[in-house]
């Protein structure tokens, strides 16, 4: 093995270290054909202890040809895969600790010294197939491990694991098929914990029972997934039926279908409702209905619908004064899809609908038609579904895509009566918060190594 595959070997054991010493990382010289002797005495003397593995024979190269005039390199492992690298891509993917540092994941290369045009002058296999190793006009050695190329190819599958799963819209049915899950197996076991998410994604609304109904447990949930979602509400609001209600979610009154803060620029994604006390009379069920079914009801039967609510912003206000003063305006399309036609999310809210429009006058009677005709369709019987939750219940659902409301109950409420009140504590978690946890667990359960 000459010096370059030991570098190379190295700089590979070097990502699976927790540190490597700054001594070690600036005293390499990228313009040097060679790594320096005292470099790779550090490295291995911090991996001393790192245990050797065989490599799985699929990730071994096998061929390695380079085409000048698609500035590319096509590569064959020995389970007969291959795929094609341009060579711009692998100068800025370069693997060695001072291109990319190992413990942060991060890339050191900056896009001012990349040439979109750049050609390697040298190029080989190394380390059996392990690697291979590209010289560039500056003399620096690129190392690129042949796992990490198998799984950064171009167009074979999506990089997040996440994309796969897919989401499945629903309607009425999905009352009795509601995701459950028991708080404690959430709290101290991953793969429940990962299991839950994952309904949570694909389906938009989970059910989560047992908890210790008692306040606080929002907060431990919020700890358990990622960060929590501070808004004008704070960390953790409680919605309580009250005397003296400033709104009327703290009323006994009917709550129409809607998403929670559609007049935030970014409208937290997910919302969670925990059950501490609920009335015992009749009503007070929550009432679902996923944003997904009703668009894609609305494409069948009211395409020229469809396309104004997509089309078409309406704007939305909120003023008030809860866990800080505040006054939020935006104005966004009912609908949302994004570039390609990938459903992203509703934005409805009849309470916080702005008493303007910024639409030209002409436009407001179709304005109007169109959201009457969602309003229909959020509320066609094929649609909605209602649950009752009881002390202990804690309903988790996606803010961006399930629209929530509540119907009426018939309840008294006299100014200190504290034991008639229903009372529910809820939180806002985000969804890049929930996709970064997931990922994590993804890797923790499936053994999988991070490059």
């Known amino acids: 093995m000459n010096i370059h595959s030991t570098w190379l070997y190295v700089v590979d054991l070097a990502r699976h270290v927790q540190f490597i010493t700054t001594t070690a990382c600036l005293c390499y010289d990228r313009n040097s054909l060679s790594p320096p002797t005292n470099f790779i005495a550090v490295?291995?003397?911090?991996?001393?202890?790192?245990?050797?593995?065989?490599?799985?024979?699929?990730?071994?190269?096998?061929k390695l040809n380079r085409d000048d005039k698609k500035a590319w390199f096509k590569i064959e492992w020995s389970d007969g895969y291959n795929a094609r690298?341009?060579?711009?891509?692998?100068?800025?993917?370069?693997?060695?600790?001072?291109?990319?540092?190992?413990?942060?994941?991060?890339?050191?290369?900056l896009m001012a010294n990349i040439d979109p045009d750049?050609?390697?002058?040298?190029?080989?296999?190394?380390?059996?197939?392990?690697?291979i190793q590209v010289t560039w006009p500056n003399g620096h050695v690129s190392p690129y491990p042949a796992k990490w190329l198998k799984m950064h190819q171009?167009?074979?599958?999506?990089?997040?694991?996440?994309?796969?799963?897919?989401?499945?819209?629903?309607?009425?049915?999905?009352s009795s098929d509601i995701p459950t899950f028991k708080y404690k197996d959430v709290m101290e076991d991953n793969k429940a914990l990962y299991g839950w998410l994952v309904k949570l994604l694909t389906d938009g609304i989970t059910l989560i029972k047992e908890t210790p109904g008692e306040e606080g447990v929002v907060a431990k949930l919020h700890e358990r997934v990622s960060w929590t979602r501070k808004t004008i509400y704070g960390d953790i609001f409680d919605v309580i039926t009250m005397y003296d209600a400033c709104s009327l979610a703290y009323t006994a009154?009917?709550?129409?279908?809607?998403?929670?803060?559609?007049?935030?620029?970014?409208?937290p994604g997910v919302q969670m409702l925990h059950c501490i006390k609920q009335v015992d009379s009749e009503g007070g069920d929550n009432e679902?209905?996923?944003?997904?079914?009703?668009?894609?009801?609305?494409?069948?039967?009211?395409p020229k619908i469809l396309q104004t609510l997509t089309r078409m912003k309406v704007d939305f206000r909120t003023l008030g004064a809860e866990y800080v003063p505040y006054h939020t305006m935006t104005q966004r399309p009912v609908i949302e899809y994004d570039q390609d036609g990938v459903f992203q999310g509703i934005n409805?809210?009849?309470g916080v609908r702005a008493p303007y429009w910024s639409l030209p006058v002409e436009e407001i009677t179709e304005g109007y038609?169109?959201?009457?005709t969602f309003h229909r369709a959020m509320y066609d019987e094929r649609n909605c579904i209602y649950y009752k939750m009881e002390k202990g219940d804690m309903v988790i659902f996606d803010n961006r895509r399930v629209l929530h409301g509540r119907l009426g109950f018939q309840i008294r409420v006299q100014e200190g009566e504290e034991s008639k009140k229903r009372h529910l504590e809820g939180g806002y978690l985000d969804w890049d918060g929930i996709k970064s946890k997931m990922r994590l667990l993804h890797e923790e359960i499936h053994g999988l190594e991070r490059f």
């Open 85 to 109: 690298f341009p060579y711009v891509f692998l100068f800025d993917n370069c693997r060695c600790p001072d291109c990319f540092h190992p413990a942060s994941y991060q890339r050191s290369v």
């Open 369 to 372: 038609r169109a959201l009457k």
């Open 43 to 62: 490295i291995f003397a911090t991996c001393a202890e790192e245990k050797q593995e065989s490599p799985n024979m699929a990730d071994v190269i096998t």
């Open 118 to 131: 750049i050609r390697p002058t040298g190029h080989e296999v190394v380390q059996n197939g392990e690697v």
């Open 288 to 302: 679902f209905v996923d944003g997904l079914r009703v668009a894609e009801q609305l494409e069948q039967e009211y």
């Open 253 to 267: 009154k009917q709550l129409g279908l809607h998403v929670d803060l559609p007049g935030f620029y970014n409208t």
């Open 348 to 350: 409805y809210n009849d």
């Open 154 to 174: 171009f167009g074979k599958k999506p990089y997040d694991p996440l994309q796969s799963l897919g989401v499945k819209s629903w309607g009425k049915e999905k």
